[in-house]
């Protein structure tokens, strides 16, 4: 049973109570799948956020100790969630990834790995690249911007960038260079969406 429409509906919901939503880019979303969709990451909230704007099912690949939990693990699985075992280097993941994006389905991938706790954009990891150089998938980047900060009632800028065509990407077989070259090309194109990070100060007010 695919729980997606249901979640997305619901926590869509959630997240617009939460916070105020603005969305920019969005003619850049092509209407089908078969691509790669890479953002920074600042918050729990991410993933259903930038989801919102998507009209096809975004999976995501996910540590597998979100599964551990029966309740949370049972709704999570029919979600579309990869799990992911870090550190292992877990082919699985990457396999199944791949099956998904040449399936025409969406990957949802956040290079950096794990959250930015203050917003600055850490060093990507070559997940993404990695897929985009099994599937010839093409790259479309966005961010999402907390004004000040993840709090309730903050502005959120969610935009979408044009998409990074799979030959941009550079990516030679065999070659870790390239890999990581392409990986920190995705991330400036991920770090030129972003809204400046504020301060210390200017968060305060």
């Given amino acids: 049973m695919n729980l997606y429409p249901l979640g997305k509906a619901s926590t869509g919901l959630l997240v617009r109570v939460a916070f105020r939503i603005k969305f920019e880019g969005t003619e850049n979303i092509p209407p089908g ?13 991410d993933p259903v ?10 999976y995501y690949l996910a540590k597998v100790e979100l599964l551990k939990n029966p309740v949370a693990g049972f709704i999570i699985s029919r ?3 990869i799990p992911v075992k870090r550190g292992e280097g877990d082919n699985s993941a990457i396999e199944k990834a791949v099956e998904i994006v040449r399936g ?8 950096e790995g794990s959250r930015s706790k203050d917003g600055v954009p850490l060093r990507p990891r070559s997940g993404a690249a990695v897929i985009a150089s099994q599937t010839g998938a093409d790259v479309l980047p966005m961010a999402v ?5 993840v709090r309730f009632g903050g502005t959120v800028t969610v935009r979408y960038g044009q998409m990074i065509p799979n030959s941009d990407l550079g990516v030679a077989p065999g070659s870790p260079t ?3 070259k392409a990986s920190k ?4 194109k991920i770090i030129a969406l972003m809204d400046p990070v504020p301060s210390d100060e200017e968060e305060a007010r």
């Fill in 33 to 45: 799948g078969g691509y790669i969709l890479a953002c920074n990451h600042r918050s729990n909230f």
């Fill in 49 to 58: 956020i930038i989801a919102q704007k998507v009209p096809v099912q975004v």
């Fill in 79 to 81: 979600l579309g969630i």
């Fill in 104 to 111: 025409g389905g969406v990957l949802g991938v956040f290079p």
């Fill in 145 to 149: 911007t907390y004004a000040k900060g």
């Fill in 178 to 180: 390239s890999l990581r």
């Fill in 185 to 188: 090309f995705v991330m400036d």
